[in-house]
Each structure stands twice: as structure tokens, then as C-alpha cells.
């Protein structure tokens, strides 16, 4: 079996197993590495094996390793996920937010509670036209202290998530908190369903888009990005 078939299979086993898988290009463009957040956002607590699951701690030394890369030069987050541990997805969302690598969200199907942390932390994020968000307060599942100590913790994980969200796209923190606390759209539950152009409407998404779009758009900022370290090279040798 010659290298390329090696490399080919390598990578098929490295997207059937982390669906993970870094895009080179043969005709020089940038490198691009494709990172997928699906199913449920699982925490500290293992979920049962029949779920589909986004593992935090696969996802976090994935993005250091990304950082740290001189071959990958963008991220293309693809998210379909129904949210999950509200810690796990805001350390992931915290992580992708602070590489230095240009990097493009693409909401297929849906991203969901947590997930719009996620979505928003990248440079420029994009929702297919069928694509929905929910947004919602926080939930716990268990036993709940019915104190006022239990409330206060609620409202700052509320407003940590509102806080992180509205940094990264152009929604206003009181439009984000109606969105939340809306009664009527869910019928089992506050919040607010936005399907592809609404949410760019509001301000959270910032294009609707495909994934033609979105690699476009991530080439665009990497070779920019690409030109601009090459101009700061240059400057410093003279």
C-alpha cells in the first residue's frame, strides 16, 4: 500500500473516530482543520453509550494542538448539537475564542442551548437556512436546594453565558435575556426558537450560509491572516 493510500485511510479512521480531519489543499491554499461539535455536550458525567456525545476533553487538547500548529491556518467548527454541560461548552466556546487562527462556525440542523456559546465564538459563524437555535435559561438536572444561595448561583451561570454570548456576535444583553425568558413559543418550557435567518436577524448568526460559504470565507481570513504575518516577517528583517 503506497503513502497515499496510507494517509487516505489514516485520515477516514481520524474522522470515523474523533470526526476530526485537517483539509489540505494540492494547490497551496491554506490548511484548514474541520472540527465537529454533535450530539449532546458531555461534561464531567459519562452518558450512556446509545448517545451521541461532543467529549470536552477530547475537544480542548485538540484546539491547543491546533494553536500550537505552524501546517493548520484555520477552524471550521460544524455544529449540530442539542447543548449539553453548560462548563463543558463554555470552556470549548472560551478555547476557540482565544486561538489566534482565523476561524468560521457552521449551525447545521441545529445548535442549541450551550451550544450557541459555541457558534458565536468563532470570527464569523454562518446557519444553513433550515438551521434552529433554541435559546433558553439554565436548567439542572438532580436535587435542587430550594435556597436563595441556589438562585444567585443560577443567575451567575445566566449571566456568564449572556455575558460570553453578546461579546461575540452584535445581540444586545436585554434582547438576549427576552429571547431567553420568552412564554410563548415552547410549550414545555421558557425560551425562544430561531430558525436560519432569524438568528442572524437578532444578531447572534452572521450570515446565512452553506458550507461553500463558510470554507470560502475561512480561506479568505486565513490568507489574509497568511499575508499579514508575512508583511510582519518582512518587517522585522529590514
Known amino acids: 500500500m503506497g503513502k497515499k493510500e496510507d494517509a487516505e485511510r489514516h485520515r477516514d479512521e481520524r474522522v470515523e473516530q474523533t470526526g476530526q480531519l485537517s483539509m489540505e489543499s494540492d494547490s497551496g491554499r491554506s490548511t484548514i482543520h474541520l472540527l465537529t461539535i454533535i450530539g449532546e455536550i458531555e461534561g464531567h458525567d459519562n452518558l450512556s453509550s446509545s448517545s451521541k456525545t461532543t ?6 487538547p485538540q484546539l491547543a494542538a491546533i494553536e500550537d500548529s505552524d501546517r493548520i491556518d484555520g477552524l471550521l467548527v460544524l455544529l449540530n448539537t442539542m447543548g449539553g454541560d453548560v462548563e463543558a461548552g463554555l470552556a470549548i466556546a472560551e478555547m476557540i475564542a482565544s486561538l489566534s487562527k482565523p ?17 458565536v465564538s468563532t470570527d464569523y459563524s454562518y446557519i444553513v437556512p433550515s438551521g434552529t437555535m433554541v435559546i433558553h435559561p439554565v436548567r439542572m438536572n438532580g436535587t435542587v436546594i430550594g435556597a436563595p444561595q441556589t438562585f444567585d448561583y443560577f443567575r451567575q451561570i445566566q449571566d456568564r453565558i449572556t455575558g460570553f454570548v453578546c ?30 435567518q432569524e438568528a442572524v ?17 475561512l480561506h479568505q481570513l ?12 518582512k518587517r522585522k528583517i529590514k
Do not use: F, W
Not at 55 to 60: A, G, P, S, V
Not at 108 to 117: A, F, K, Y
Open 103 to 119: 476561524t468560521v462556525s457552521l449551525v447545521l440542523g441545529g445548535s442549541h442551548s450551550i451550544g450557541v456559546p459555541i457558534a
Open 201 to 217: 436577524r437578532e444578531g447572534i448568526i452572521s450570515e446565512v450560509g452553506g458550507i461553500r460559504e463558510a470554507v470560502r470565507k
Open 167 to 196: 461579546s461575540h456576535c452584535n445581540v444586545r444583553k436585554e434582547r438576549m435575556e427576552e429571547l431567553m425568558m420568552n412564554q410563548g413559543m415552547l410549550t414545555k418550557d421558557l425560551g425562544t426558537i430561531l430558525v436560519g
Open 222 to 233: 486565513a490568507d489574509k491572516q497568511k499575508k499579514k504575518n508575512s508583511n510582519s516577517d
Open 55 to 60: 467529549k470536552y476533553e477530547h475537544i480542548l
